[in-house]
C-alpha cells in the first residue's frame, strides 16, 4: 500500500486536482487498485450540479489515469520523464458518483514499449462498474521541455 506522500513523490498531481487518495494493491508496471473518497467538499460539486452534485465523467478518467502513472512511475521516472495522457478509448459510464462514494480505480497495463504505453482501466463502487477507459500514455521530459 502507498500513502499520499508515496503518490506526491510519483505523479506531479497535487491539489485540487491530485484525484488518488491511497493505493491498495501495486505490481510495478502491470496493475495498480487505488481509491479516491469523493466527499461533498470537492470544488467541482459546486458547479457540477448544485442541486445534484456528480462527479464529472472526465474527472473519473483522471483519477484512473493518474492511478495507472503511479503504476508506471519506475518504468518512465528512471528516465526523468512524466507520463502524458496522449489518448482515450472505449471510455463508458455506467452510473453517477456521487458525494460518499469510495472509487476504486483498477488498472493494468496491456502494453508497455520504450516510451509509450496502453493501460486498460476501471472504476468502480461498492464493486460496480462506474467507469471504464483505455488510456494511451507517452513519456516527456519532466523538467518542462518536449520530449
Not at 503504476?71 to 502524458?84: E, H
Request: with cysteine; aromatic share 8%.
Amino acid at each position: 500500500m502507498l500513502d499520499i506522500a508515496e503518490i506526491w513523490r510519483r505523479i506531479p498531481h497535487r491539489y485540487p486536482f491530485l484525484l488518488v487518495d491511497k493505493v491498495l494493491e501495486l505490481e510495478e508496471g502491470q496493475r495498480v487498485v487505488a481509491v479516491k473518497n469523493v466527499t461533498i467538499n470537492e470544488a467541482f460539486f459546486a458547479g457540477h450540479y448544485p442541486e445534484r452534485p456528480i462527479m464529472p465523467g472526465v474527472l473519473m478518467l483522471e483519477a484512473m489515469a493518474q492511478a495507472a502513472a503511479v503504476m508506471l512511475y519506475p518504468f518512465i521516472a528512471k528516465d526523468g520523464k512524466l507520463p502524458l495522457l496522449a489518448g482515450i478509448d472505449r471510455a463508458r459510464f455506467r452510473r453517477p458518483v456521487v458525494p460518499g462514494d469510495v472509487l476504486r480505480l483498477e488498472a493494468r497495463t496491456v502494453r508497455l514499449r520504450g516510451r509509450a504505453g496502453t493501460v486498460s482501466g476501471q472504476a468502480l463502487v461498492d464493486g460496480e462498474p462506474v467507469c471504464e477507459a483505455d488510456f494511451l500514455f507517452a513519456a516527456i521530459d519532466g523538467s518542462g521541455g518536449q520530449g
